[in-house]
């Protein structure tokens, strides 16, 4: 297993931008595909993006356009940049690979 820490969420207004980080421990993370993934309150948990280990990436149809995954083998990181945020896109945001999830960071969108 992996351990992954998220940091980089906090409170933003709409249209405002935040860059999330997941640092990930241990000697294979280039190999490894790594996600984000959302949940709201009483929602479920949403695929937000994904990222292979040669860096391509898929998105949710809902951030398209709006949110960028990328990662640096070198750093052990991977990274989702937001912009355009709504209030719809508050969430706890977890990163993810394979079996091992981060504790989470809270975004939230508001006026």
């Known amino acids: 297993q992996v351990q992954l820490v998220e940091s980089g969420g906090g409170l933003v207004q709409p249209g405002g931008s935040l860059r999330l980080s997941c640092a990930a421990s241990?000697?294979?993370?280039?190999?490894?595909?790594m996600g984000w993934y959302r949940q709201a309150p009483g929602k479920q948990r949403e695929l937000v993006a994904t990222?292979?280990?040669?860096?391509?990436?898929n998105y949710a149809d809902s951030v398209k356009g709006r949110f960028t995954i990328s990662r640096d083998n070198a750093k052990n990181t991977v990274y989702l940049q937001m912009n355009s945020l709504e209030p719809d896109d508050t969430a706890v945001y977890y990163c993810?690979?394979?079996?091992?999830w981060g504790q989470g960071t809270q975004v939230t969108v508001s006026s």
């Open positions: 990222i292979t280990p040669t860096g391509r990436a």
């Open positions: 993810a690979s394979g079996l091992s």
């Open positions: 241990g000697n294979i993370f280039s190999i490894r595909a």
